[in-house]
């Protein structure tokens, strides 16, 4: 997991700071600043996080907040950021200030690393800050080190700790269940204490994103207010506090889950949490999201600023139900759909246990001979006859009971001595933080694509959490398999990235359940839900893209909900990563036309939704319609989606409010916009204005259709 910023570090240049004569330690990107103060008491204290000041001399007339890193036994009696547990009884930390370096990394962010030491047990705790001032981003986690001389445990040890002294704090999060993903909704933050978290160990987003946003003072809208938005780079267990004292102080703690993770640090030992990344908009949502929609383009995702495929999926045209002559004629109509790549998903693998449906199969990664007899090479080969990619579905990560490899390496599998086993989609969780089980998994990858060097994606499912917690490798630490688990699974994904780095991969976990941007360091693209119903799909990918680039969201067309338009599923999918889930027969020949069309405007249109800025216009949230809008970077052409959901009769469409007024556009430029995609393949002028009226008048772009969608280009004249 730490690789990639080990070679940062490698390639940056340090030095010691001098201190100013006030103490302060300073870190400013292009529009905020993180301010902590070294107080007369050797203590570290946040001074302030908020805009950037021009003069830096003024941060030193701000009151300093509370102590940086709140840590437990000493005099603040709210929760603690880190809770050390010494050999003596002495369950305190006094964190005093001992250093603190500052370097540019060569991905040109700036790191601050502050060092922090207890004066009597000598724990060592490191605050590594990175910002990245062009897109207004900072990253904090902690590294904590045994430097004394009997173990330690650690009960808590958090990422990170902000602290706001707005008064009023209204909390959106993003929760929900299978095929119900990252469903928004804000409460106010009073006195006391919330939390978000997640106990699910694999599939651990199942029913939360790691993500929220904080609207400071009032509630948050699009493009107004100021805004803490942030998110645990963690493929695991995750805990958010949110803590209002009784001064109205906001205290948010952000790490990994302390829950039954307690881990004992042996002399000289260190530990290291994952990134928690943040961003404060002066200017609402909108403005939070490109900044990190940017900086993980740049910065995070793999193959951030690299093009994605088009595909056509087999799950749903034919679940398990498949053999070579069927998946051959598929890849022919992937190839005649215009896509780039075909898909075979669950269902192709287990002899003695066919893979026929859930219940078995699962870790035997041989081709079922008789659905399969010449192999996965038959199905590589079709694809490259045909001129497109291939695609491979797998969840390495899993057992299910009726399986050889359950009844050759039980060992392996995360599962409680002396009671009967409970199965969650009928299957177990390897234990990943056995060497031997991380091995297996890497062998999974390196042995298929050894055998079949054309496959160029891998779609790597999860969809169990973790159940029967208990490992047998961890021995007498259980309480390190949460932890263990996740950074084993780091392994095995470094190992693929470093022999197949030309491998995309698709990260899912029964839809939505793995939404995370340390797995994003691996993989291209998450599947953001089952549920492919156009309609949910437009407040699922609202969601999800508050947080993530829409390149990073893979959207398919499928039948869900079939009393909508093939092009209003296929409007709502172009706005992501777009794919197909689909039988040409489940189409007539003019919807398959269509989309056909789509499919080539779409690659057309791709620089501009994938790469560059979005504009939320309307939420769906709102009721009955809902528009996206995407623009060019560099004052580049724009493309803009207008949907109708539901609307009630006459429903506000003609009053001039209901104009849809857009955005990103240079006011003093002239626009030419003109409908696109249209089910008769006929582009429709609908005029030129200027960027200003765009912006501040809008179009009447609506309709009083049920389930209508339209989508224009906005090009500059
Ligand atoms: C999960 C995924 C689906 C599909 C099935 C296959 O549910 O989210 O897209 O791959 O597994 O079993």
Known sequence: MRKRFLIGLLGALAFTSNMDAENLIIMETDNTALVYDVADNNRLYQRYFGKKLKNRADYSQIPNTSEALITHGMEDYYEPAIHINHDDGNNSLLLTYVSHEESQLSDGANLTVITLSDPVY??????????????????????????????????KYASSMLHFTNGDYYLTQFNGDWASEANASETKLEFGKKQLDSKLGSRADMFCSPFFQIGLDSPASENQGDLLVGTLAWTGNFRFTFEVDHRGELRVISGINPYFSTRTLKKGETFTTPEFIFTLSDSGRGKASRNFHDWARDHQVYKGNENRLTLLNNWEATYFDFDENKLIGLIGEAKDLGVDMFLLDDGWFGNKYPRHSDTQGLGDWKETANKL?????????????????????????????????????????????????????????LDLSNPQVQDYVFDIVDNLMTKYPDIAYFKWDCNSPITNIYSNYEGKNQENLYVDHVNGLYKVLDRIQEKYPELMMMMCSGGGGRTDYEGLKYFTEFWPSDNTDPVERLYIQWGFSQIFPVKT?????????????????????MMGKLGFDIKLADMTKEEAEYCKRAIRNYNELKPIILDGDQYRLVSPYEGQHAATMYVGKNEGDAVLFTFDIYPRYKS???????????????????????????????NREIGEYSGEYLMKIGLPLFTGNRLNSRVFTINKV
Do not use: C
């Open 122 to 155: 000598n724990d060592e705790v490191k605050l590594y800050i990175t910002y990245y001032p062009e897109h207004d981003i900072f990253k904090s986690h902690t590294e904590i080190t045994n430097k004394g001389n009997k173990p330690i445990s650690l009960e």
């Open 652 to 682: 506000g469409i003609f009053k001039s409010e209901a104009n849809v007024k857009l955005d990103g556009l240079n006011p003093d430029k002239k626009y030419k916009v003109t409908e696109i995609d249209t089910n008769d393949g006929k």
């Open 373 to 429: 007899p010449n192999g996965i090479g038959a199905l590589t080969e079709a694809a490259k006859k045909n001129g497109i990619k291939f695609g491979l579905w797998i969840e390495p990560e899993m057992v299910n009971p009726k399986s050889e490899l359950y009844e050759k390496h039980k060992d392996w599998v995360i599962t409680l001595p002396n009671r009967d086993e409970y199965y969650f989609r009928n299957q177990l969780v």
């Open 553 to 573: 969201l893979a959207a398919h067309v499928t039948t869900w909900n079939r009393q909508s338009p093939v092009k209003f599923r296929t409007n709502v999918a």
